[in-house]
């Protein structure tokens, strides 16, 4: 007993910390967000109405790392509605990011908006909308109160208060109420309403103002992609720069830095790895996502201080483009590297390539030899995973059961804690404006809001999932997140228990979060850790056997 606790004392001294020197510098992952080749499009809504169409030019504010300066891109695209609310779109029009303005940082925060007024009669709607845009410019009581009175004998009560709430949100700032209710709009098949708010909300959302703001520049440009485009052409209609690998790999270094989330992912799936191998002999490591490699860094430098000596290590590594792209090429980079760092502290090893994404992988990619102690690895993956709603193989719960037939020590999971997969649009766009403006108000308590760099990892690294999660839909809608309640289950179903995780582990991480900001939170419920920003839980990790 007093063995193994010296072992477990002795190797979490050494596997959390930062590579000594001798060691080459990492960057860790970021929440694997550039899996979808996405951009931006925007388009100007046409119509075959009677009333004049909307043209509006979109552009793109490409963030430059080295000056800080924008480049502003203008080409405008063509989109058209029917009477009967299909939407086509030009693909043959270059879409960029539309014109992201800077507004006053004043945010105020409502009840959600719900329904729409818009009616069958055009000429009647037209009135309503000139009746609106009066009331926008600032009316007094009395002329409210004769609008109100002038709508009821055409509209629904509840018409008219949707009608009211957003009139009294656009002049007063209320940017996520304008968001919820063109989202509301967008759902519901409201293309003229949508467009109203659109306008509206190019006025008032900053690539550089409040985080609200900042986020709302990437929502809007996926309420516009998704009127834009239909079903799986969204995202082949979604065009976009990719920074230089080097600038992408930095902008994700930035990212591992200023949040825990992260850190704290890494740590506790190393802690329990290292707690179930304490005490074997030859170690095989299966990551689906190994990225850089840099998880396994600390967990190198943990077992060369194991008494008794360390254990012959292998990991196999599984990777997708977007990674190669970063690091600027193949998996043998990152076998290098890890190779490299065991060799110096004198740790046997073997790295095993497998090129492909996670969903591809069959039993004969990874490499499986006898005698060997099996730890998988899930880390920010599986919600790219497919599952039984997009496709009939249903990968998600096929990679499980597979894993599990091999028998593994242990299994760990670290996911967002969202519910992005199967929900309806918006629902979906309610909990990605909740989830993302938490992550948004963290970044704001490091980075200050101008900051160029700041700008760049938001635009490389978040907004394409903001975008993908909202403007796509089939297979090219890829951030498909569930709560860990959701993937307890998928994992009992293939069989696993679940694996406790460590005592040191969680000491060591709230340790972590003191050199951050006080609200992030630290919680350990039902055999889980979970990360939170203030009242939001933000990442969940467990593990399984």
């Known amino acids: ?36 080749h996405l951009s931006y499009i925007n388009g100007s809504l046409g119509g075959n109405h009677s009333f004049q169409t909307y043209r509006d030019r979109y552009c793109m504010l490409e963030a430059s790392s080295a000056t800080g300066s924008y480049t502003v891109y203008h080409s405008p695209s063509t989109a058209s509605f029917s009477s009967n609310g299909s ?15 800077q507004s006053p940082e004043t945010t105020n925060y409502g009840s959600p908006i719900s329904g729409s007024c818009i009616t069958d009669d055009v000429t009647d709607f037209m009135h309503k909308l000139k009746e609106l845009e009066t009331v926008m410019l600032g009316p007094d009581v009395d002329f409210q109160e004769s609008y ?37 709009a967008v759902s519901d098949g409201e293309l003229v309403t949508a467009q109203v708010l659109i306008s509206e909300l190019r006025q008032m959302v900053s690539v550089s103002g409040e985080p609200i703001q900042r986020l709302g520049a990437y929502i809007l440009e996926g309420l516009v992609a ?89 990991i196999t590594g599984i ?64 919600h790219h995973m497919p599952d039984e709603s997009v496709s009939t193989e249903n990968h998600r719960d096929r990679l499980l059961r597979m894993v599990k037939n091999l028998n593994p020590k242990v299994v760990t999971l670290v996911e967002q804690e969202s519910n992005t997969n199967t929900a309806a649009f918006f629902p979906r766009f309610l909990e990605t404006l909740d989830y993302y403006s938490a992550m948004f108000e963290s970044i704001d308590m490091t980075l200050p ?22 403007a796509c839909e089939g297979i090219e809608r890829v951030e498909r997140h569930e709560l860990l309640g959701k993937w307890k289950s998928r994992f009992r179903m293939a069989g696993f228990n679940p694996y406790p995780l460590s005592s040191l582990v969680n000491a060591t ?19 889980a850790l979970y990360l939170g920003w203030m009242n939001r839980d933000l990442v969940a990790s467990c593990a399984w056997k």
């Open 1 to 36: 007993m007093q063995a193994s606790r010296r072992r477990r004392t002795a190797m979490s001294n050494t596997l959390y910390c930062e590579p000594v020197q001798k060691v080459e510098a990492y960057c860790l992952p970021q929440f694997q967000t550039l899996e979808s």
């Open 87 to 101: 939407t086509t779109c030009n693909q043959d029009s270059q879409p960029y990011l539309s014109d992201i303005r």
């Open 148 to 184: 109100d009175n002038s709508l009821a004998s055409s509209i629904a009560s509840s018409e008219i208060d949707s009608w009211r709430q957003m009139m009294l949100a656009i002049p007063r700032r209320d940017l996520k109420q304008v968001l919820i209710a063109c989202a509301k």
């Open 226 to 314: 998704r009127l834009g485009a239909s079903g799986s052409s969204i995202c082949k209609s979604l065009r976009c720069k990719e920074p230089a690998s080097f600038e992408l790999l930095s902008y994700m270094h930035i990212l591992y830095e200023i949040c825990p989330y992260f850190k704290f992912g890494y740590m506790s799936a190393n802690g329990a790895i290292a707690e179930a191998m304490k005490d074997e002999n030859r170690v095989h490591i299966i990551d689906f996502q190994i990225a850089q490699g840099s998880q396994w860094v600390p967990m190198i430098q943990a077992f060369a201080a194991r008494p008794g000596g360390p254990p012959h290590i292998r």
């Open 319 to 382: 990777d997708d483009s977007t990674s190669a792209y970063a690091r600027g090429g193949g998996l043998d980079i990152v076998g290098q590297r890890l190779s490299k760092l065991a060799k110096t502290f004198k740790v046997p090893f073997e790295f095993h390539p497998a090129a492909m994404s996670g969903s591809a992988v069959q039993l004969k990619n990874l490499g499986i030899q006898p005698g060997e102690a099996l730890a998988v690895n899930f880390a920010f993956t599986l």
């Open 449 to 470: 809001r101008r900051h160029k760099e700041r700008i760049n990892v938001e635009q490389h690294c978040l907004a394409r999932d903001v975008v993908n999660i909202i």
């Open 509 to 527: 991480i709230k340790t972590l979060l003191e050199s951050y900001s006080d609200k992030y939170r630290l919680e350990e419920r039902d055999g």
